[in-house]
Nanobody, 126 residues
Framework: QVQLVESGGGLVQAGGSLRLSCAASGRTFSSYAMGWFRQAPGKEREFVAAITWSGGTTYYADSVKGRFTISRDNAKNTVYLQMNSLKPEDTAVYYC???????????????????WGQGTQVTVSS
């Protein structure tokens, strides 16, 4: 069992930065691949970024590539999402998730994730 708690969301102006954190409970955090997803009002949840258990491979949605960076610290049971050059269209509730699936394109699918956090709101003003 893994419990996930996101933090770091807030209100920021366009062009600004935020760093989201996702703290995980449980001793097996390092065996899970981690992902970030987001859901804007009236829209479906969408993939943002993912990272393998070792941190050796990362994946990004085209819409955030070059602006967002996912990383993890297995010693701290935490995964991060550094978000730079934020745009109003990045406004959403951001969720972190954990999956026992190892790697590859499956990490882009929300259906493979076993555990989800409660979400943190990110609002980017124009």
């Amino acid at each position: 069992q893994v419990q996930l708690v996101e933090s770091g969301g807030g209100l920021v102006q366009a062009g600004g930065s935020l760093r989201l954190s996702c703290a995980a409970s449980g001793r097996t955090f390092s065996s899970y691949a981690m992902g970030w997803f987001r859901q804007a009002p009236g829209k479906e949840r969408e993939f943002v970024a993912a990272i393998t258990w070792s941190g050796g491979t990362t994946y990004y949605a085209d819409s955030v590539k070059g602006r967002f960076t996912i990383s993890r610290d297995n010693a701290k049971n935490t995964v991060y999402l550094q978000m730079n050059s934020l745009k109003p269209e990045d406004t959403a509730v951001y969720y972190c998730a954990a999956t026992a699936s190892g790697a590859g394109s499956v990490l882009l699918r929300d259906s493979v994730y076993d555990y989800w956090g409660q979400g943190t709101q990110v609002t980017v003003s124009s």
